[in-house]
């Protein structure tokens, strides 16, 4: 089983910037992509963006222009750069790999494989 380690996270000020990173212990081409995800306090999970092997990305519609995923193959490590941070951005965030043809979905279940999280606080 491939492990995956969230860093990256810590308080930013609101308009701040930071970027994620996702390290597996394994090779990340080994599956069909990987997505970042985030779960705020008493809210449900919820996907944010994820790539695939061939470098296409999806985001979630309201996050497209302030957050960019992106991998290094060589160094099996996925990437998720933040701008523009809102309060509302607040919670632990995700990195998580896929094997299912649906990885594109950005839900739950089609995502196998999860990391700990790395806790985002946005305030000032």
């Known amino acids: 089983q491939v492990q995956f380690v969230e860093s990256g996270g810590g308080l930013v000020q609101p308009g701040g910037s930071l970027r994620l990173s996702c390290a597996a212990s394994?090779?990340?081409?080994?599956?069909?992509?990987i997505g970042w995800f985030r779960q705020a306090p008493g809210k449900g999970r919820e996907g944010l963006a994820c790539?695939?092997?061939?470098?296409?990305?999806y985001y979630k519609e309201s996050l497209k222009g302030r957050f960019t995923i992106s991998r290094d193959n060589g160094k099996n490590t996925v990437y998720l750069e933040m701008n523009s941070l809102k309060p509302e951005d607040t919670a632990v965030y995700y990195c998580?790999?896929?094997?299912?043809?649906?990885?594109?979905?950005?839900?739950?279940?089609?995502?196998?494989?999860w990391g700990q999280g790395t806790q985002v606080t946005v305030s000032s």
């Open positions: 394994a090779l990340i081409s080994n599956y069909n992509a």
């Open positions: 790539i695939n092997n061939q470098g296409t990305s």
């Open positions: 998580a790999a896929s094997h299912s043809l649906s990885w594109y979905q950005l839900v739950e279940y089609v995502y196998d494989s």
